[in-house]
């Protein structure tokens, strides 16, 4: 059983929610969420023009293909007494039902004609079993459900002021690492742009490209060229807003603590935060939106990062008209606040380019061989079996650097992050009674208007699972879920198992044992003392399989490596 968790309960009111329009202070933001509205529910076979370009799907979409393409709240609604309570006459309907099967359906039967025969009896006891087992795992929903629920209910949002004083002070480093194997070079460059808009003090986002490095094939080598670009591309294009606001950031942290704010500097931080937006606006316009994917890329990850500065912006100009204003330290966090949203590092790396690291063919071993190099530099050094990296002292020039950071991101490279998804778990893990928390995550949900059917009804199960794993939670029985996790980089060496293979040392952090690799190496953590937990709030989302193939291979693929690991759990 793993230790009861402690989640923040701040003495602050609770941030309102992001599509409250009667909050939008600016006419060009209220505009945006309007045609954004408009854009909701688009007529089956029509692409309709907007100021992101023409929205045009991929393939025919299918009769019975959702429709609506704005996401489920972020933060969940707060469920109603009589919610919370049909949940329980649910729970004990079921028992209910079940006991009432078993009594007059199997014994009855039994009482009244006896074995009869042979096969009487075991057609008898193999259909009380599957039903038995059909009505545990509604039972099990339910239950979950249930706690889902009452986490939904005691939940408080962290105010963003909070937040931002928390992180005055609090600026632990993070590493964002993205896996990636014969992945879509368009697909991979969204999921790192919605890394790389994280607001946090210190981020950086690593692309994990595991295709073979000189592949002979034209189109994977096309590929494999245009995904190595990638983080070069958003280096540059992050080069312009790093670089003045960072230069806004400095000059602010020259002024002492004891000069008064002047209505100057308030109304030149406005113009940051508007600069800041439109600069975002420009980028969703260049964005060429082909699919449901990349709708929800623009409007939920680049705009609706857009408009939250606008708001910000056009407050502080009203503020500052008003002879009203932030104090000092409050006018520095919104400096930080802003340089911090658009300075991470990028970088790309291929393992398979070294022959001292692990080329074992699956995610964990890719992520491994990275995770295994942080904390130290190193040199190529050519030899026979080729390129290898050798660790170098303090004095000797490196080819490599790898520092190593407080926390680990792991994040596939078909997922999405919403803003403040590191600041807000991380917030969670640095509150006091959650020291030996390992993992945090928002368990993933699907991305709406779904272009077939079968994509759709596999976002709905994905939907149920965010919902399951909520519950998980409050019986303290959750586990990592690889999608998206932020993990503390102490736990991962206690869990590290050391080995050597053909000369070279291969370190374990994530367990590759098994298809099914954050969900083992929950066990390992859970044995050396650490827990997990998932926030409470929608904040990632992930691409569910289009076809019925794809869904066939990922459910099977779960489903095997869950009894691979059972004896492990057992165990335990």
């Known amino acids: 059983m793993l230790d009861p968790l ?26 945006r969420r309007e045609a954004s509205k408009r854009r909701d529910r688009l007529p089956q076979g029509i692409s309709t023009p907007n100021s992101l370009g023409d929205f045009v799907r991929a393939r025919r979409r299918q009769w019975g293909a959702e429709k609506r393409l704005r996401p489920l709240p972020s933060i969940h ?149 245009r995904s190595r670009a990638i983080t070069t591309e958003i280096r540059d294009a992050l080069s312009e807003p790093a670089r003045r606001l960072s230069g806004a950031l400095f000059r602010a942290q020259t002024i002492s603590a004891d000069v008064p704010v002047h209505r100057e500097e308030v109304e030149e931080l406005a113009d940051h935060f508007l600069w800041a937006s439109e600069w975002l606006s420009a980028q969703a316009a260049a964005e060429k939106v082909d699919d449901h994917v990349g709708y929800f890329f623009v409007e939920q990850v680049i705009l609706r990062l857009a408009a939250d500065l606008e708001r910000t912006g056009a407050a502080l100009h009203a503020g500052a008209r008003e002879g009203t204003g932030p104090s000092r330290p409050r006018l520095l966090e919104m400096h930080r606040r802003l340089a911090w949203t658009f300075c991470a590092e990028m970088q790309t790396f291929e393992r398979k380019q070294y022959a001292s690291l692990s080329h074992e063919a699956n995610k964990a071993m890719n992520l491994n061989a990275y995770i295994g190099l942080m904390g130290a530099d190193y040199r190529r050094v050519v030899t026979e079996s080729g390129t290898i990296l050798r660790p170098v002292s303090g004095g000797e020039a490196a080819d490599l650097e790898v520092p190593d950071s407080v ?11 919403l803003r403040e998804y590191c600041l807000r778990l991380v917030y969670l893990l640095e509150q006091p009674g959650n020291e030996r928390v390992a993992v945090t995550q928002t368990p ?20 149920l699972q965010h919902i399951l794993h909520q519950g998980k939670s409050h019986y303290n029985a959750t586990f990592w879920v690889g999608a998206n996790a932020i993990i503390r980089k102490r736990a991962l060496d206690d869990i590290v198992r050391d080995e050597t293979v053909g000369g070279f040392l291969v370190r374990r952090y994530v367990q590759d044992r098994t298809v099914i690799e954050d969900t ?22 992930s691409a569910t399989p289009p076809d019925f193939g794809s869904l066939v291979v990922q459910r099977r693929r779960w489903a095997n490596g869950g009894l691979l690991i059972l004896p492990k759990l057992w165990r335990q």
């Open 407 to 417: 926390y680990v991101l792991t994040l596939d490279a078909d997922s999405l992050l």
């Open 6 to 31: 402690v989640e923040p309960r701040p003495q602050t009111v609770s941030a309102p929610h992001w599509d409250d329009d009667a909050k939008l202070i600016s006419s060009r933001a209220i505009a």
């Open 520 to 541: 083992e190496s929950s066990v390992d953590l859970a044995v050396h003392g650490w827990t997990l937990i998932n926030y409470p709030e929608r904040l990632s989302y």
């Open 444 to 463: 993933y949900s699907a991305f709406r208007g779904a272009p077939t059917r079968i994509e759709r009804l596999a976002a709905a199960t994905t939907d």
């Open 77 to 225: 609604a707060r469920p109603s007494d009589r919610k919370v309570i049909l949940g329980r006459l649910a729970i004990i309907a079921t028992i209910v039902f079940w006991m009432t099967y078993v009594i007059y359906t199997v014994v009855r039967q039994f009482l009244t004609y006896g074995t009869e025969s042979f096969r009487f009896t075991t057609e008898a006891v193999s259909y009380l079993v599957v039903v038995t087992f059909l009505t545990f795992s509604a039972l099990m929903y339910l239950v979950a459900r249930q706690g889902a629920l009452q986490r939904f209910a005691s939940h408080t949002r962290v105010a963003r002021m909070e937040l931002d004083r928390h992180f005055a002070s609090s600026q632990g480093s993070m590493t964002v690492l993205v896996p990636s194997y014969a992945e879509e070079p368009n697909v991979i460059r969204q999921t790192l742009w919605s890394a790389a808009l994280q607001e946090y003090p210190s981020l950086r986002v690593v692309l994990l490209l595991d295709d073979p490095p000189d592949p002979s094939d034209p189109v994977a080598a096309s590929r494999l060229e």
